[in-house]
């Protein structure tokens, strides 16, 4: 018997390939180095992809806006404003598999937050298996034992901001295209981070456009081979598959750029990424879709 899902296979293959493309840019965004401030990093990459928007044009001067969803894409590229520029600092200030087991929260924050923002209901079992995320994240921040850099902090901040941003996409995506979500993201961010980034403005040589244009391409490529992955196959399938996120960020910070691997933060990034999978698995049983998959917070 066929089912919705032609191709679990598929899905996760192109799963796979999402995973890569998101590490990469967490890799090339820590190629680029600290010597660029983090706002003007973020503006640059947003900038440089709106050239991926020229094919959505033409549906989104199309689209005729309500007040209310003009204040709700507004509230939202503020959010995410900040959620990226959180970002960037963090991956100059901790190492790549902390950022990547950390981002693991996102869709925690947004199971929580859907208790508010759309009526869900918080069983027994959800509630169970958000304390165990948070525990993971403990896992991995281990305060007392270590001491914690601003960039820990900017990563906590930055997926609730992230997963509130998440949140308000899944509302605008019931009433507008899905070019015209990503479009007005893309656009709204880029106008947000423009007065910050002039205010610090370092400018940038040719090998840090170059970097920061590969960023916005393997983001681009990313969110794409991620749509693939869900037309493919059921969340349940592809949520575990993010795992290798965090194999190969660990991978390439102890190859490239002479990071030590901390077995606790692959320790907390499995427990945190556990509890996301048996909440994604809880939804799928509820027949719902609430929690996102991890890559579907990213820049």
Not at 189 to 204: D, N, Q, S
Request: glycine fraction near 8%; aromatic fraction near 12%; proline fraction near 4%.
């Amino acid at each position: 018997m066929e089912s919705e899902y032609h191709n679990p296979a598929r899905g996760v293959f192109w799963m796979v390939l999402t995973g890569l493309c998101f590490v990469m840019v967490t890799a090339l965004v820590k190629l680029s180095g600290g010597r660029i401030p983090a706002s003007e990093s973020a503006f640059l990459r947003y900038l440089l992809g709106l050239v991926f928007l020229i094919p959505m044009w033409g549906s989104m001067r199309a689209v005729r806006l309500s007040a209310r969803q003009w204040k709700l894409f507004g509230l939202r590229g503020l959010v995410h404003t900040g959620g990226v520029v959180l970002w960037f600092f963090a991956m100059t200030r901790i190492p790549i598999a902390e950022v990547t087991a950390m981002n693991y929260l996102n869709p925690v924050y947004v199971t929580v937050l859907a208790v508010f923002f759309l009526g869900e209901k918080l069983a027994l079992r959800r509630i169970m298996a958000i304390v165990a995320a948070m525990v993971g994240a403990l896992i991995i921040l281990r305060p007392g034992f270590r001491e914690l850099d601003a960039g820990h902090f900017a990563m906590l901040i930055t997926a609730l901001l992230f997963a509130v941003s998440y949140l308000l996409a899944k509302i605008l995506s019931g009433e507008v295209s899905a070019s015209v979500v990503v479009g007005m993201l893309s656009i709204t961010v880029t106008i947000g981070l423009a007065p910050l980034a002039i205010a610090v403005w370092v400018w940038p040589t040719p090998f840090e456009l170059a970097v920061l244009f590969g960023v916005a391409c393997f983001a681009t490529a990313g969110h794409f081979t991620m749509t693939l992955a869900f037309a493919a196959a059921p969340v349940t399938v592809t949520q575990p598959v993010t795992f290798l996120q965090l194999v190969w960020s660990v991978a390439i910070g102890a190859l490239f750029f002479d990071e030590s691997v901390d077995p606790w933060v692959i320790a907390g990034g499995s427990v945190i990424l556990g509890a996301v999978v048996f909440i994604t698995w809880r939804e799928a049983v509820l027949k719902r879709r609430v929690t996102p998959v991890v890559s579907e917070t990213k820049v």
